[in-house]
């Protein structure tokens, strides 16, 4: 009986002693993977249709990248323009396609689309979490 015991305690300090190296490895791993992911940032997906943005607000945060989709707009084009914010941009005017913008500067954008006035939407781009 005190040889099993013995053994036992013997594991287990192994066990311990092999988790506690193991352990350190796989924090710094993680770390890693958080930094990494905020350089890249999430992306989010907004349809450009007939005469709308879906959805025609959205909140961010700074890193992340909208990815505007047209959906069924036949030949109408469409184009993705800021009004106000932060900073300027404007997509190709097109009735199909994708266009790509990362978000780096926090606060309000507003956007329209240059061919119908009246359809417009709302970025608003927060700081990164830590």
Same mark, same amino acid.
């Given at each position: 009986?005190?040889?099993?015991?013995?053994?036992?305690?013997?594991?287990?300090?192994?066990?311990?002693?092999?988790?506690?190296?193991?352990?350190?490895?796989?924090?710094?791993?993680?770390?890693? !993977?958080?930094?990494? +992911? =905020?350089?890249?940032?999430?992306? &989010?997906?907004?349809?450009?249709?007939?005469? $709308?943005?879906?959805?025609?607000?959205?909140?961010?945060?700074?890193?992340?990248?909208?990815?505007?989709?047209?959906?069924?707009?036949?030949?109408?084009?469409?184009?993705?323009?800021?009004?106000?914010?932060?900073?300027?941009? !404007?997509?190709?005017? +097109? =009735?199909?396609?994708?266009?790509? &913008?990362?978000?780096?500067?926090?606060?309000? $954008?507003?956007?329209?689309?240059?061919?119908?006035?009246?359809?417009?939407?709302?970025?608003?781009?927060?700081?990164?979490?830590?």
């Amino acid at each position: 009986m005190k040889q099993h015991v013995v053994e036992v305690t013997a594991l287990a300090a192994t066990l311990a002693a092999g988790a506690a190296g193991v352990l350190p490895a796989v924090a710094p791993a993680a770390a890693k !993977h958080r930094h990494q +992911q =905020a350089l890249t940032g999430k992306t &989010r997906t907004v349809g450009v249709s007939s005469d $709308y943005y879906d959805p025609g607000t959205i909140t961010l945060h700074a890193g992340d990248k909208i990815k505007w989709v047209w959906r069924n707009t036949g030949f109408t084009s469409h184009d993705v323009n800021v009004d106000s914010g932060p900073e300027q941009f !404007h997509s190709p005017t +097109q =009735a199909d396609g994708q266009y790509v &913008r990362r978000f780096k500067l926090t606060g309000t $954008y507003k956007l329209y689309c240059t061919q119908h006035e009246t359809m417009t939407m709302t970025v608003v781009v927060k700081k990164a979490p830590k």
